[in-house]
Nanobody, 119 residues
Framework: VQLQASGGGLVQTGGSLRLSCAAS????????MGWYRQAPGKQRDLVAA???????NYADSVKGRFTVSRDNAKNAVYLQMNSLKPEDTAVYSC??????????????WGQGTQVTVSS
């Protein structure tokens, strides 16, 4: 199983970006999917998560600005980021709790994608 993230880049304060992450491989189903971020010198923190049923969870710092969504048919998760701030600058990584066809599940991670917000 592989997760491929895309959509990072450089944006000015107040701008928007949309991150995408698609899972591929031996996938029966995916439970929670979501995004973490890690800024230089800081720990990795949860940004947003979404269950297969559509329930969402957000870090307080992004509530009202970021929206997580998913397309179960495409095994994909998205993060729409609006009103970006310099403190949102970080490497964003997607993850998914994947179940294979043998009834086994584990967490997989995509490669990070850099988001830089200039002031």
């Amino acid at each position: 199983v592989q997760l491929q993230a895309s959509g990072g880049g450089l944006v000015q304060t107040g701008g928007s970006l949309r991150l995408s992450c698609a899972a591929s491989g031996s996938i029966f189903s995916i439970n929670a999917m979501g995004w973490y971020r890690q800024a230089p010198g800081k720990q990795r923190d949860l940004v947003a998560a979404i269950t297969s049923g559509g329930s969402t969870n957000y870090a307080d710092s992004v509530k009202g600005r970021f929206t997580v969504s998913r397309d179960n048919a495409k095994n994909a998760v998205y993060l729409q980021m609006n009103s970006l701030k310099p403190e949102d600058t970080a490497v964003y990584s997607c993850y998914g709790n994947v179940n294979n066809f043998y009834g086994r599940g584990r967490e997989y991670w995509g490669q990070g994608t850099q988001v830089t917000v200039s002031s």
